[in-house]
């Protein structure tokens, strides 16, 4: 009886140093559960505070960059337009100078159909001289 004493005895010496140990451990346990419920709460908290920094700051930059592709697109708008008038000029020159060649070309043309002409009309004048007289209408005027 000694013994099942002895091994009664040894059971609950060892039983409450289990429990003392399990009770300690889940103490334990419930620190780290503690600190790691804050370091979370701590950390998403800061993580939430990048995000709205974060989030307001691309706000802003969008904002920005809807400003600067507007005032982008009105210098593009401002050089189209710019390159569009000088291609214009450049064209209208261009047909200007075609038409003032066309009409030179003409105006010579012209020019050598009327001495042509004229010169053939002198030497049929010369091949064909006038028989004398008055010129004018004949019959002159009447008298009422």
Wanted: proline share 1%; aromatic share 4%; charged share 45%.
């Amino acid at each position: 009886m000694a013994e099942a004493e002895d091994k009664i005895q040894t059971e609950n010496v060892v039983n409450a140093q289990t429990k003392e140990f399990l009770l300690k451990k889940i103490n334990i346990l419930h620190e780290e559960i503690s600190k790691w419920e804050l370091k979370y709460d701590t950390d998403i908290g800061d993580l939430d505070h990048k995000i709205e920094t974060r989030t307001k700051e691309r706000e802003e930059l969008l904002v920005k960059l809807q400003d600067l592709r507007g005032r982008r697109q009105i210098e593009l708008d401002k050089e189209r337009e710019i390159r569009e008038e000088a291609e214009l000029k450049k064209r209208n020159a261009i047909a200007e100078k075609a038409l003032s060649k066309r009409q030179n070309l003409a105006a010579k043309v012209i020019q050598r159909e009327m001495r042509n002409y004229l010169k053939r009309a002198a030497e049929f004048a010369a091949a064909n001289p006038k028989k004398g007289g008055k010129g004018g209408k004949k019959g002159g005027k009447k008298k009422k």
